[in-house]
């Protein structure tokens, strides 16, 4: 059985830096594409990175120069270090898997249940 659990999120202010975390069981890390999307309330849900199985990656616009997705197979663990975070950031953040890396939400099979990130002085 597939489990994605995200760890790391919470409130930070402004300018700040948060490292999320994902662990994986019954899930070759690097056999997959894995990514991260974000839900803000009232908003769809947006892509914000991935990384595919040969190494590419994808990053949203709104989070180009601030993220950096990153993967340790060894360890089944995922990563998104997030910095100079913005209120805009705030929002519930999602490890998901798939075959592909893109920023289309029903492309991923496998997913997290989210982890709370709010950004705010």
């Known amino acids: 059985q597939v489990q994605l659990v995200e760890s790391g999120g919470g409130l930070v202010q402004p300018g700040g830096s948060l490292r999320l975390s994902c662990t994986t069981s019954?899930?070759?890390?690097?056999?997959?594409?894995i990514g991260w999307f974000r839900q803000a309330p009232g908003k769809e849900r947006e892509g914000v990175s991935c990384?595919?199985?040969?190494?590419?990656?994808y990053y949203a616009d709104s989070v180009k120069g601030r993220f950096i997705i990153s993967r340790d197979p060894a360890k089944n663990m995922m990563y998104l270090q997030m910095n100079s975070l913005k209120p805009e950031d705030t929002a519930v953040y999602y490890c998901v898997g798939g075959l592909l890396c893109t920023a289309v939400a029903g492309a991923y099979n496998y997913w997290g249940q989210g982890t709370q990130v709010t950004v705010s002085s």
């Open positions: 990384i595919s199985r040969n190494e590419s990656t």
């Open positions: 019954g899930f070759t890390l690097d056999y997959y594409a």
